[in-house]
């Protein structure tokens, strides 16, 4: 059963919340992880063939002038898919991420056979304390090591990283020994309330 501590975590900028709005990708991110060591990444600005709103720019700080010479999104993205091949995928807020990764993969007729699982799910069975889920919040929550950049993809997916790695070893040290990615996904699925009853069952 594939361990959760060898996933490609990823993060897309956008133009937008929505590819069924006609949103598309402006940059993608990602970290290979292999037993828990980050063994490649993935980088790249893309052009969506439009200009990109002042408010995108000034959030991610992708500027229209830093889009107008990178490759197009159909170019990035077939490397992107050859990236992740058939491994198992994280992002934190994932339904957004697996929206776009799923858009962008289609224009070119590309998939992928791996599973997505959620980081800010899981992180809200396991981290109940944290004043807010989101990721930013909690990278200070966890005094994860961070350099201040946020809302940008590698940036993001490399913090994404930490936080999940950070999950599974504190699953480790409850107990449950080698957490597989299943189990993280069985985790993001359970109501808060039952975690415990969870935790303590996969324990025994």
């Given at each position: 059963m594939p361990q959760a501590n060898s996933v490609v975590v990823l993060d897309f900028e956008t133009t937008g919340l929505s590819?069924?709005?006609g949103d598309r990708a402006i940059e993608i991110g990602a970290v290979k992880l292999?037993?828990?060591?980050?063994?490649?990444?993935?980088?790249q600005?893309?052009?969506?063939?439009?200009?990109?709103?002042?408010?995108?720019?000034?959030?991610?700080?992708?500027?229209?002038?830093?889009?107008r010479t990178a490759p197009s999104c159909d170019e990035v993205m077939a490397s992107f898919?050859?990236?992740i091949l058939d491994e198992n995928l994280i992002a934190h807020n994932a339904s957004f991420d697996k929206r776009f990764l799923d858009a962008?993969?289609?224009?070119?007729?590309?998939?992928?056979?791996?599973?997505?699982?959620?980081?800010?799910?899981?992180?809200?069975?396991?981290?109940?304390?944290?004043?807010?889920?989101?990721?930013?919040?909690?990278v200070r929550y966890k005094n994860i090591d961070n350099d201040g950049v946020f809302h940008r993809a590698?940036?993001?997916?490399?913090?994404?990283?930490?936080?999940w790695l950070l999950m599974v070893d504190e699953l480790e040290q409850l107990g449950i020994a080698k957490p597989s990615f299943q189990f993280?996904?069985?985790?993001?699925?359970?109501?808060?309330?039952?975690?415990?009853?969870?935790?303590a069952k996969s324990r025994a």
């Open positions: 590819p069924n709005l292999v037993n828990g060591e980050v063994v490649d990444t993935f980088q600005l893309m052009n969506p063939g439009f200009r990109v709103s002042s408010f995108i720019e000034s959030y991610t700080g992708i500027t229209n002038n830093m889009l898919s050859e990236f962008e993969l289609e224009r070119i007729n590309r998939g992928y056979s791996g599973e997505f699982a959620c980081s800010l799910l899981v992180a809200r069975r396991l981290i109940q304390g944290a004043p807010s889920h989101k990721l930013g919040e909690l590698l940036a993001d997916a490399q913090m994404t990283a930490k936080l993280m996904k069985t985790v993001s699925k359970t109501a808060k309330g039952n975690v415990n009853l969870l935790l």
